[in-house]
């Protein structure tokens, strides 16, 4: 079955850039996912990336994906207070029906120091 | 568009306890999915709908019962509600739009099963 994980915890400086990680075992993943989640609420589709790109960039946000080597990761430039929250990673399946189902990673706690 | 909409925002229960979870969203989305968030495990599949009339299960549906008969409307049922059940729950709902699959969370509700 698929597998995703991800370190727990991440503590940068306001201002550093945040690097976080992500590994998955399911090389059939159509898409993979960054979601974000604060304290109290939902899940918010961060950005995403197709399985046969290695990067994209969307504005502080780059992804990168390391089809070989089964990692993705997550960089945001110039870290605020305000990106403290939980992220996941996940991986999309297609399902044979319609729709697709998301493997969540355990999330990592990026917290944002002053 | 009020997105994905989940009530209640908290619930206790006692063990043995039946109650219903309710979702719903208003973006005509076709497909429908619960999850649930345990601490150090991510988001785990209980059970999707690709359709009204149409559900099937997740990675976890033990203890829990779907339907879809309306498109907006996706309910989750817990039969004999158990201590293991304590969770936080997520009601998602996506379309298909050039083969990807965008899942927008609810707000989540918060159990407790004593």
């Known amino acids: 079955g698929e597998d995703v994980e991800q370190s727990l915890f991440l503590s940068v400086r306001e201002g550093d850039s945040s690097v976080i990680n992500c590994t998955y075992t399911?090389?059939?993943?159509?898409?993979l996912y960054w979601y974000k989640q604060e304290p109290g609420a939902g899940l918010q589709l961060l950005t995403y990336?197709?399985?046969?790109?290695d990067m994209k960039q969307d504005q502080r946000l780059t992804v990168l994906l390391n089809k070989k080597d089964k990692h993705l990761s997550l960089r945001i430039a110039d870290t605020q207070t305000g990106d403290s929250a939980i992220y996941f990673c996940?991986?999309?399946?297609?399902?044979?029906?319609?729709?697709?189902?998301?493997?969540f990673g355990t999330g990592t706690q990026l917290k944002v120091e002053l | 568009n009020a997105g994905v909409t989940q009530t209640p925002k908290f619930q206790v229960l006692k063990t043995g306890q039946s109650m219903t979870l309710q979702c719903a969203q208003d973006?005509?989305?076709?497909?429908m999915s619960w999850y649930r968030q345990d601490p150090g495990m991510g988001l785990r599949l209980i059970h999707y709908?690709?359709?009204?009339?149409?559900?099937d299960q997740g990675e976890v549906p033990n203890g829990y019962n779907v339907s879809r008969s309306t498109t907006e409307d996706f309910p989750l049922r817990l039969l004999s509600a158990a201590p293991s059940q304590t969770s936080v729950y997520f009601c998602?709902?996506?379309?298909?739009?050039?083969?990807?699959?965008?899942?927008?969370f609810g707000p989540g509700t918060r159990l407790t099963v004593t």
């Open positions: 996940a991986e999309g399946e297609i399902l044979t029906g319609g729709g697709n189902k998301l493997t």
């Open positions: 709908s690709v359709g009204a009339g149409i559900t």
């Open positions: 990336i197709f399985s046969n790109m």
């Open positions: 399911d090389s059939s993943s159509t898409y």
């Open positions: 998602a709902s996506s379309y298909e739009w050039r083969g990807d699959y965008e899942q927008y």
């Open positions: 973006m005509n989305h076709e497909y």
